[in-house]
């Protein structure tokens, strides 16, 4: 992990709340340590961001406060009120840290009676070049979301990720906070990665779904192959882990435990389940392997009773891999397909009609 990926990951769990004393230390030192490129990135990420939040007085006022409790220095009454422009978390707690450092430095060179001067931040200069985004779904409905490099990101509600701007085939690299299924184009020569939770998984040019729950962190791969492996910053170090079309890794956030078993079931397995009938779903895991699309929405229809339309050249060509269980609505299942397959799909009075985007 290089220092800007410590950074990030130490900002994270900081905002979490969930930075240890010697973390929130080790942020300050890297921030003291770090060279000019790093403060001109940090800089960059604190005046670019155009997320319309601002930071209210209540929030600075917490972030001060909390910030005095950290280094065990009293607040200063009637300090001068300012206000922030928009900025996302990622950047107020770089800047805040940063001038926590600032207050430690000082603190620990003067003598316990001395008075404690205002630390005075100077002004940061603008460029236009990189930053960090940071996208939070607050609605109730997926986020669909185009990356500059062709990959599509359909974040669930309540998910977040954050990556540098600009979003290109030489810097693929997501940070995940919740659950999101991931369209990633094609290129061989850069990976595209996504952490969560002290986790990467890794791929070229495939279809996945990261989802992180209570003490789990789950990858289930629809087309494609990845690589999962640990990072340093993992509780549990864990070796790399390759999966197939229609496998599920399910990682144990609490242990070093981990098993790969197909998607849906429970039962760990070591390939992609072979006894696929023709039509497309076995008798004991409703699989579908490689099942041309059209023959899987006229199965779909059956399994739900529901009219499914679509065109037969929108869909040659086409197929799916994966596996689906009783609990599962069509209308998730439908999104799930089409979301992998560039298509969309409306419905209404119990009929789907599925066309191209």
């Not at 991931?182 to 779904?209: D, M």
């Amino acid at each position: 992990m290089n220092t800007m990926e410590s950074i990030d990951h130490l900002i994270e769990k900081f905002w979490l709340g969930e930075a240890t004393a010697e973390e929130k230390q080790r942020l300050m030192q890297l921030l003291e340590e770090a060279d000019a490129d790093l403060k001109l990135r940090l800089e960059k990420q604190y005046h670019m961001q155009d997320v319309p939040q601002l930071l209210s007085s209540d929030r600075a006022d917490a972030v001060r406060a909390a910030l005095h409790a950290q280094i065990g220095v009293a607040p200063v009454k009637h300090a001068k009120v300012f206000t922030m422009r928009p900025v996302f978390r990622w950047a107020v707690a770089a800047i805040a840290v940063a001038v926590a450092s600032v207050w430690v430095f000082r603190y620990h060179r003067m003598d316990k009676g001395a008075v404690i001067p205002v630390a005075v931040v100077p002004a940061l200069k603008h460029d236009a070049t990189a930053f960090m985004a940071f996208i939070q779904n607050t609605g109730d409905a997926v986020k669909e979301i185009v990356l500059e490099d062709g990959s599509i990101v359909r974040l669930e509600p309540g998910s977040g990720i954050s990556y540098h701007k600009p979003f290109d085939s030489t810097d693929r690299g997501i940070v995940l906070k919740g659950n999101a299924f991931f369209k990633v184009a094609k290129n061989k020569l850069h990976p595209f990665s996504v952490r969560s939770e002290g986790y990467v998984t890794t791929a070229l040019g495939t279809s996945f779904l990261v989802a992180t729950g209570v003490n789990i962190v789950k990858v289930q791969l629809f087309e494609g192959k990845v690589v999962v492996r640990s990072t340093a910053g993992s509780r549990h170090a864990m070796g790399e882990i390759y999966l197939k079309p229609g496998q599920e890794l399910a990682i144990q956030l609490s242990t070093d435990k981990h098993s790969v078993m197909a998607i849906h079931s429970n039962t760990p397995v070591k390939v992609v389940p072979e006894k696929a009938v023709a039509g497309g779903l076995t008798a004991t895991h409703d699989a579908f392997v490689k099942e041309p699309l059209g023959k899987v929405f006229d199965e779909l229809a059956v399994r739900y009773k529901i009219a499914i339309h679509y065109k037969a050249e929108d869909v040659k060509g086409l197929s799916f891999t994966g596996e689906l269980t009783p609990a599962d609505n069509y209308q998730a299942v439908l999104d799930i397909i089409c979301s992998m397959n560039d298509l969309t799909f409306k419905e209404c009075d119990q009929v789907v009609t599925i066309t191209k985007k």
